[in-house]
């Protein structure tokens, strides 16, 4: 009878702990998040930046839609944590190029890129967060769509490029690290996936 009242507490209190620690995450994360506006360079950080696949001296930063607390939220990063991925990053950078337009007569040529990156706890995991991620980012498009590459880099490849629309998206992981990159722009899948290899190796460093 003592042994049970003693397992049954001790159950109790380690449902406790678990409660007790699920409650204080959203704060945790509340007070490790940040965000602040890209910088024009940002060699130390690791993210893939539109200057790095236009390769086009006359790129400039577009306008932004939307500033608040002095962040530029078109051309900003943003840090946050979770128990599981402990390192986060996401990015939205856009770009002009004066003088050049769209081929499909739609206006000025505006690159634009979206990117996500994680630092896992369990590199086990990663294939199952892309394998989300391409859940909630891909909208009207099918799984199908989606066609793994090899690389002699990455542990797992997935890419997906839509000509209509000069849209390319990138997966990939190698370790413990994930990355996503939706990059709107005329640059080729190959040198977008390049630069996504690169930033990776950074991260593991």
């Avoid at 965000?35 to 006359?58: M, W, Y």
């Avoid at 394998?131 to 997906?160: A, C, G, N, P, W």
């Amino acid at each position: 009878m003592e042994k049970h009242y003693r397992f049954n507490s001790i159950i109790g209190l380690l449902f406790s702990v678990a409660a007790a620690f699920s409650a204080i995450i959203p704060f945790l994360q509340l007070a490790k998040e940040e965000t602040k506006t890209l910088p024009l360079e940002s060699d130390h950080l690791p993210f893939v930046r539109l200057a790095d696949v236009e390769d086009n001296i006359a790129l400039i930063r577009g306008d932004s839609s939307y500033m608040n607390n002095k962040v530029d939220w078109s051309n900003r990063y943003s840090y946050n944590w979770s128990p599981l991925a402990p390192l986060q990053y996401e990015t939205n950078e856009n770009g002009v190029v004066p003088g050049k337009r769209w081929e499909d007569g739609s206006g000025k040529y505006t690159p634009s890129m979206d990117t996500r990156i994680f630092q896992l706890r369990i590199a086990g995991l990663t294939d199952n967060l892309i394998d989300d991620l391409i859940s909630r980012e891909r909208f009207t498009y099918s799984r199908e769509d989606y066609v793994q590459m090899k690389h002699s880099d990455l542990d797992l490849l997935m890419v997906h490029e839509d000509s209509k629309f000069s849209l390319k998206e990138v997966y990939a992981s190698k370790e413990n690290i994930v990355m996503y990159v939706r990059y709107w722009g005329y640059a080729d899948i190959n040198t977008l996936i390049e630069n996504v290899n690169e930033k990776i190796a950074l991260m593991l460093d």
